[in-house]
């Protein structure tokens, strides 16, 4: 685990969840509530929701209402693969793979376009409670 990674993508302004669900007992929203929660500004991504912990639910990160700074994914790994397309064509600067959206090919991608990646099977939630 990179230190200066994770610093890098949780000092970042904005943030989006790819793969955030409507349903709690999901991991995707148990990582958009966490971000909420510790005040950052975060966006739920997932096609099938409008809405997701009373915040609008967008399809897509162009349909975003600006581009986020950092992109949390909790998608199967062929998905992850058009969120890093997404997440490349829109100028995000940071995006971390949660564990089981991992995938060889959007990884590289996502690192020849210049993007700080977070793959290694790191968690999100595990690092924000360490900072609580």
């Not at 009373?54 to 909790?74: K, R, W």
Request: charged residues 25%.
């Amino acid at each position: 685990m990179n230190e200066d990674s994770l610093k890098s993508f949780l000092a970042a302004k904005t943030f989006a969840v790819a793969g955030a669900s409507p349903k709690r007992e999901k991991y995707g929203n148990k990582v958009f509530r966490a971000l909420l929660e510790s005040g950052r500004e975060v966006f739920p991504l997932n096609p099938a929701a409008d809405e997701i912990e009373g915040q609008p639910a967008f399809a897509t990160i162009a349909d975003l209402p600006e581009v986020p700074d950092a992109v949390s994914i909790i998608t199967p790994p062929q998905v992850t693969r058009r969120i890093i397309d997404d997440a490349i064509a829109a100028g995000v600067k940071h995006v971390w793979m949660q564990p089981g959206a991992e995938d060889e090919q959007a990884s590289q991608a996502a690192r020849e376009a210049g993007l700080n990646v977070i793959d290694d099977g790191s968690c999100i939630l595990v690092l924000l409670a360490r900072m609580a």
